[in-house]
């Protein structure tokens, strides 16, 4: 199984995290994983690489400096957020697909069907997490055709062949140039505006779960959804926006998997049984 992080140095605990509850419950017999940067050290690897197994495969791809020079970056988004973008292009030709993972994601059951999913003539599948409403708002500023869903990128298979066949850099930096006065989220606006309409649009509840997506859910009559239902069905809880599990004002109802996980992490790191 093909993995893609895009990471600096501060996100490698995130990574070693995210990457061990993959390793618990993603249910590949190996992984060849992916991590495209721009400040990645050699000892960087050979850290990251101590929790893999020996069936597993990091390899660091570092993207060209200046690739995303001008696009709109802050301290909450900085300039790795554009480079899954541009992923076709930077990963060997020899790769068919790819799963794409934010490090503030858990996995807590097989990835396996959505990776062996059928792309159906799609150039990626990813999750919606706006209603009807807000993406209309959304189509009307970000120039989107009617009927687009606004998509999250936190969570992303890439039909890479596809893809580049497309897929131009400079189509990228126009966009972002033309409406960067408009971007909220720089990268899933610009991944919706491009390419939204070539996307087969997931069940979120499974594979991009978050804390507002459960309470919404948990109180919808007709879905009533609970911890174990999350527990036993969801395959990726994102920990969107924030606080984060791991900082102290963190109060969403998801938490419970995070802490679950670092524990289990931590009991394995000390030789124990959770």
């Known amino acids: 199984m093909n993995l893609l992080f895009s990471i600096n140095q501060k996100f490698i605990p995130l990574w070693q995290q995210c990457m061990a509850t993959i390793l618990r419950h993603g249910g590949a017999d190996r992984y060849d994983i992916y991590v495209l940067h721009s400040d990645l050290t050699g000892a960087d690897a050979m850290q990251m690489r101590q929790i893999l197994r020996p069936a597993d495969r990091c390899t660091l791809v570092q993207v060209p400096d200046g690739l995303f020079e001008g696009f709109p970056e802050s ?127 997931l069940d979120s509840r499974i594979y991009n779960m978050t804390d507002r997506l459960y309470i919404r859910c948990s109180a919808t009559p007709s879905e009533k959804l609970s911890l174990d239902w999350v527990r036993r069905n969801t395959v990726v809880i994102h920990y969107l926006g924030k606080p984060k599990p791991w900082q102290k004002s963190y109060i969403g109802p998801l938490g419970v998997f995070y802490q679950e996980e670092l524990a289990q992490s931590m009991a394995e790191q000390n030789g124990e049984e959770a």
């Not at 062996?116 to 209603?131: I, L, P, V």
């Not at 409403?133 to 999250?152: A, C, K, P, S, T």
């Open 75 to 201: 301290s909450r988004y900085p300039l790795q957020i554009y480079y899954r973008l541009a992923a076709p292009l930077l990963l060997p030709d020899s790769l068919g697909r790819v799963l794409y993972l934010d490090v503030d994601t858990v996995v807590l059951n097989s990835l396996e069907p959505l990776y062996t999913s059928d792309f159906a003539g799609s150039a990626f599948m990813a999750c919606s997490h706006t209603t009807r409403f807000l993406d209309r708002i959304n189509q009307v500023r970000l120039g989107l055709d009617e009927g687009v869903r606004y998509l999250n990128s936190g969570v992303l298979m890439l039909n890479l062949a596809e893809l580049r066949r497309t897929l131009r850099l400079e189509d990228i930096r126009a966009y972002a140039e033309r409406y960067k006065k408009r971007l909220i989220l720089p990268d899933q606006d610009i991944l919706t505006a491009l390419f939204g309409d070539r996307a087969l649009v």
